[in-house]
């Protein structure tokens, strides 16, 4: 049995790359319970508020919404409790290294599914000011325009 080797989207964090601009990515395993797995596997997640806090070494997912299972019994899980995050030593170094000495901050960027595991997209961050954001809007706008008249 062959298993699909793409990655199947469950949610993504748009606003996060309209709020701040992305630096460094990385592709994080999570530390989910079954009924956790069996929502997310519905496509059923929020990723709006999610942020990642480094401690005592380890990365941990704060704020990511995943609604409790349907048909779950009182060992349900809680929809928006801290979740651990499978990375490499180096690279939690690296992500905890930005957010005290460049004050960047780490979001939750997308939550797919690579060969039947859940995987987080996570990157640092740097804030947007408001007039940036108005920048960028107006280059969509005109990017927009371009492939309109290039049809």
């Known amino acids: 049995m062959q298993r699909n080797q793409d990655k199947s989207a469950v949610a993504t964090n748009r606003k996060a790359r309209f709020d701040y601009e992305i630096g460094d990515t990385f592709e994080a395993g999570l530390v989910l ?3 956790e797995v069996k929502v997310l596997r519905e496509g059923k997640c ?3 508020d999610a942020y990642i806090k480094v401690q005592d070494a380890e990365a941990f997912l704060v704020n990511a919404h995943i609604p409790e299972y349907a048909q779950g019994n009182r060992n349900n899980h809680e929809p928006k409790r801290t979740r651990k995050l499978l990375l490499h030593a180096s690279e939690i170094d690296k992500i905890r290294l930005a957010i005290e000495r460049a004050g960047m901050t780490c979001v939750a960027l997308s939550l797919y599914f690579v060969k039947g595991r859940a995987k ?3 990157g640092l961050a740097k804030g947007r000011k408001h007039h940036d954001k108005r920048g960028e809007k107006a280059a ?3 990017r927009r325009e371009m492939r309109k008249y290039v049809r």
């Open 46 to 48: 929020t990723l709006g």
């Open 33 to 35: 319970t079954g009924t």
């Open 120 to 122: 987080v997209e996570i």
């Open 140 to 142: 969509e706008a005109d």
